[in-house]
């Protein structure tokens, strides 16, 4: 479980994230959704530690985060945003295997245990062809997929995701969320697509200026009101006549 207390954070006196309370339970998959710049990468970057919070408290089961290292950390969470362009090159194993790095002390060897993990790391995620290409020459999905494969190198219970299917193709996203679902692990996603979160989250949390404004499942959350409310748009909730699988369409509120 992790559940983040009163969370706030300040950057040169700008509240960004605004008292956030949140408990997010083991297995599930939350889609972190709200307009640009509400705070959704802010929040998740708060509980990666790549920003500091301002205030109040994030707990890991019941650690506090200020407790622990960030060696531990990453044991504990492993991270894939939607930025993976690197100044450097190296191969898509050697990129998997990175993912490794928390269980390591400086020049300790790779087992065959970390070895097998990257190899298996790699089959999760449809790439295992890949293992020898140069990362820099891949595509952008392809790209995802393997720093995927080096989240799930780092066996962690927690996985967040920022924003990782924005740059791709309706094929890519589905595939990369289907892995994500199958991997039966807790994951905390920033979604712009509502459509994607509706399909493959089982929570919600909708945030607007750095505030929670909805909390609940994906039936409770994904609303006509609560989209109005968030991006002020018009909505209507679509289920599919035969699957019963439900979409949002939209329309500009003066269309
Ligand atoms: N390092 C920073 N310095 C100053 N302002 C920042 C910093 N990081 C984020 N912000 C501001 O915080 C607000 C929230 O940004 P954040 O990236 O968390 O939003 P978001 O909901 O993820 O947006 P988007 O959907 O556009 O990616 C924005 O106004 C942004 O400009």
Do not use: W
Not at 47 to 58: C, E, F, L, P, W
Not at 108 to 134: H, P, Q, W
Request: charged share 25%.
């Amino acid at each position: 479980m992790i559940k983040l207390e009163n969370l706030s954070l300040s950057i040169d006196r700008i509240n960004i994230l605004n008292g956030i309370d949140l408990k997010i339970d083991k297995g599930d998959l939350i889609g972190i959704i709200g307009p640009n710049g509400s705070g959704k990468s802010s929040l998740l970057r708060c509980i990666y530690r790549v920003m500091k919070k301002s205030g109040g408290k994030i707990y890991f089961e019941d650690k506090d985060i200020d407790n622990l290292s960030i060696k531990d950390t990453s044991k504990k969470l492993a991270v894939v945003s939607q930025h993976n362009e690197y100044n450097f090159d190296f191969t898509v194993f050697d990129m998997v295997m990175m993912g490794r790095s928390p269980y390591k002390k400086f020049l300790d060897k790779d087992t065959s245990y970390d070895i097998d993990i990257a190899l298996n790391s790699l089959e999760t995620v449809g790439m295992i062809d890949f293992k020898d290409r140069n990362y820099s020459s891949l595509s952008g999905g392809e790209k995802q997929g393997v720093i995927l494969a080096r989240a799930l190198c780092q066996k962690a219970e927690y996985l967040v995701l920022d924003e990782p299917t924005n740059h791709l193709d309706i094929k890519h996203q589905l595939e990369f969320m289907e892995v994500v679902k199958n991997l039966n692990i807790t994951v905390i996603a920033a979604i712009h697509d509502l459509n994607i979160a509706l399909k493959y989250c089982n929570k919600i949390c909708a945030i607007k200026e750095g505030k929670v404004v909805a909390y609940g499942t994906k039936e409770e959350v994904i609303t006509p009101k609560i989209i109005s409310k968030l991006f002020g748009v018009n909505s209507k909730i679509i289920a599919d006549d035969e699957t019963g699988i439900k979409s949002v369409a939209f329309t500009l509120n003066h269309i």
